[in-house]
């Protein structure tokens, strides 16, 4: 059973940072890439950064330039390196991963329960 856990959420001032972790565990044979969504209430939920198991990234244009992500391939987890914070950055925050799991040819996509950031003004 693959699971993904999220930690680092929590509530900082506009202009803060946070840090958001994630970790696989279970019984997988790869992970093709790793990556952060977030959903505000009313919102859909919208890509914020990923990376794939070789380094190549992608993030969304509202964050670029405060945002950072990285993954530590040895360890599988993925980290979200948040700056300079601002008020439209609050949601709720869901680690992604595409794994193929010991046993299978085929990937699946992953999800965390999700982590609460809230940026006050």
């Known amino acids: 059973q693959v699971q993904l856990v999220e930690s680092g959420g929590g509530l900082v001032q506009a202009g803060g940072s946070l840090r958001l972790s994630c970790a696989a565990s279970g019984s997988m044979f790869s992970i093709s890439s790793m990556g952060w969504y977030r959903q505000a209430p009313g919102k859909q939920r919208e890509l914020v950064a990923v990376?794939?198991?070789?380094?190549?990234?992608n993030c969304a244009d509202s964050v670029k330039g405060r945002f950072t992500i990285s993954m530590d391939n040895a360890k599988n987890t993925v980290d979200l390196q948040m700056n300079s914070l601002k008020p439209e950055d609050t949601a709720v925050y869901y680690c992604n991963a595409e794994i193929r799991p010991t046993g299978s040819w085929l990937k699946f996509a992953y999800w965390g329960l999700g982590t609460q950031v809230t940026v006050s003004s």
């Open positions: 990376i794939t198991s070789g380094g190549s990234t």
